[in-house]
T-cell receptor, first 109, second 114 residues
Framework: DAKTTQPNSMESNEEEPVHLPCNHS???????IHWYRQLPSQGPEYVIH???SNVNNRMASLAIAEDRKSSTLILHRATLRDAAVYYC??????????FGPGTRLSVLP | DAGVIQSPRHEVTEMGQEVTLRCKPI?????LFWYRQTMMRGLELLIY????????DSGMPEDRFSAKMPNASFSTLKIQPSEPRDSAVYFC????????????FGPGTRLLVL
């Protein structure tokens, strides 16, 4: 399985943008890049995903490097409710998600 | 839609007892997944089904674990006999059948084996 590397933890101030990096140097041409997050005591929830182009939705933006070996999840204005563990996952042929340890994001008021 | 439904939400049992966890996927989803989450090992995929057929059970830890999907709206994960090291949060998720599709997770079942 293709692997991803993320920082263990990050901190942000409330109302400021947050850039969460992910390295995936062994990504294959057909791997989608997914981001999920897990709030305390809840199941993971979908944030965003993309293949080659940058993507935006109401929750976040996903910036994908031109060589696809890295990506960045962007939360435009962090709120206290965004404090969670964020997982970057490569989707290889559909459904075999491999969750790494993720990045624990703390948001300071 | 109510989302993925799991029951029970919490289960406390004694070592050696049989434990059955239940999951109702989102209607119309073709894939169903069982995950386990512990502090030590994080979130692990145990098994997944496509159209009620088990596709990959390589994550099932040992023969004490079994999973079934008798129909498109119901799945069970059974542990028999249970051991203290099985204590974890077990998540069920479902998705449409396509690469790149979103997995929707249930709230999880928190299992404690004494």
């Amino acid at each position: 399985d293709a692997k991803t590397t993320q920082p263990n933890s990050m901190e942000s101030n409330e109302e400021e943008p947050v850039h969460l990096p992910c390295n995936h140097s062994t990504i294959s041409g057909t791997d989608y890049i997914h981001w999920y997050r897990q709030l305390p005591s809840q199941g993971p929830e979908y944030v965003i995903h993309g293949l080659t182009s940058n993507v935006n939705n109401r929750m976040a933006s996903l910036a994908i490097a031109e060589d696809r070996k890295s990506s960045t999840l962007i939360l435009h204005r962090a709120t206290l409710r965004d404090a969670a563990v964020y997982y970057c996952i490569l989707d290889n042929y559909g459904q075999n998600f491999v969750f790494g340890p993720g990045t624990r994001l703390s948001v300071l008021p | 839609d109510a989302g993925v439904i799991q029951s029970p939400r919490h289960e406390v049992t004694e070592m050696g007892q049989e434990v059955t966890l239940r999951c109702k996927p989102i209607s119309g989803h073709d894939y169903l997944f069982w995950y386990r989450q512990t502090m030590m090992r994080g979130l692990e995929l145990l098994i997944y089904f496509n159209n009620n057929v088990p596709i990959d059970d390589s994550g099932m830890p040992e023969d004490r674990f079994s999973a079934k999907m008798p129909n498109a709206s119901f799945s069970t994960l059974k542990i028999q006999p249970s051991e203290p090291r099985d204590s974890a949060v077990y998540f069920c998720a479902s998705s449409f059948a396509s690469t790149g599709e979103t997995q929707y997770f249930g709230p999880g079942t928190r299992l404690l084996v004494l």
